[in-house]
T-cell receptor, first 116, second 115 residues
Framework: DARVTQTPRHKVTEMGQEVTMRCQPI?????VFWYRQTMMQGLELLAY????????DSGMPKDRFSAEMPDATLATLKIQPSEPRDSAVYFC??????????????FGPGTRLTVL | EDKVVQSPLSLVVHEGDTVTLNCSYE??????LLWYKQEKKAPTFLFML????IEKKSGRLSSILDKKELFSILNITATQTGDSAVYLC???????????????FGRGTQLTVWP
């Protein structure tokens, strides 16, 4: 049963610390998405990659956030330095092709981040 | 400013009822509209709609898009307690200065189905 995996599932850290979240997309999927969900803002798309290349990261605060795909089996989202307003659930999703041409995105279980 | 508005915000029904969830949008250069179901975990994909008037159906769920009036509805017939979830609508629009799309989410409709 193929699924997207994310680690860690929960992270509590102090303001100013670096946070790294990892995602393993479903094998064979060539598109990876990072989302953030909060009660205030709802679900937001932060960035997405196709064939490991960043396609759109205009939803991501550039000064502290960075997203990479070092290889086809790993996507990372880093926050440095973290701030309390970054507290949210961060979802990774993978799919085939991309927005507008894929009809399925598979979501990971999410990383619940709390920044104190 | 681009936006996606869902209504109602919450809905409580009894098993067997039929519900209609609404999603209206205002975006520049619309590409597609997507529906997701989110229970106490990650969203799961339901439908992607790109053309007006063509109904997409999956079991008791169906959805249709009206690109002239800028809205979509999601229908659930013969509801079951397992349908209780937040239903999210998202609209893909062209991104300024890019050929790639941006995805805008509504706040969701919380559906509760009582036995």
């Amino acid at each position: 049963d193929a699924r997207v995996t994310q680690t860690p599932r929960h992270k509590v850290t102090e303001m100013g610390q670096e946070v790294t979240m990892r995602c393993q997309p479903i094998l064979g999927h060539n598109t990876v998405f990072w989302y953030r969900q909060t009660m205030m803002q709802g679900l937001e798309l932060l960035a997405y990659f196709r064939n490991r290349a960043p396609l759109d990261d205009s939803g991501m605060p550039k000064d502290r956030f960075s997203a990479e795909m070092p290889d086809a089996t790993l996507a990372t989202l880093k926050i440095q330095p973290s701030e309390p307003r970054d507290s949210a659930v961060y979802f990774c999703a993978s799919g085939l092709r991309g927005l507008g041409s894929t009809d399925t995105q598979y979501f990971g279980p999410g990383t619940r981040l709390t920044v104190l | 400013e681009d936006k996606v508005v869902q209504s109602p915000l919450s809905l409580v029904v009894h098993e067997g009822d039929t519900v209609t969830l609404n999603c209206s949008y205002e975006v520049t250069n619309f590409r597609s509209l997507l529906w997701y179901k989110q229970e106490k975990k990650a969203p799961t994909f339901l439908f992607m709609l790109t053309s007006s008037g063509i109904e997409k159906k999956s079991g008791r769920l169906s959805s249709i898009l009206d690109k002239k009036e800028l809205f979509s509805i999601l229908n659930i017939t013969a509801t079951q307690t397992g349908d209780s979830a937040v239903y999210l609508c998202a609209v893909e629009a062209e991104s300024r200065g890019s050929t790639l799309g941006r995805l805008y989410f509504g706040r969701g409709t919380q559906l509760t189905v009582w036995p």
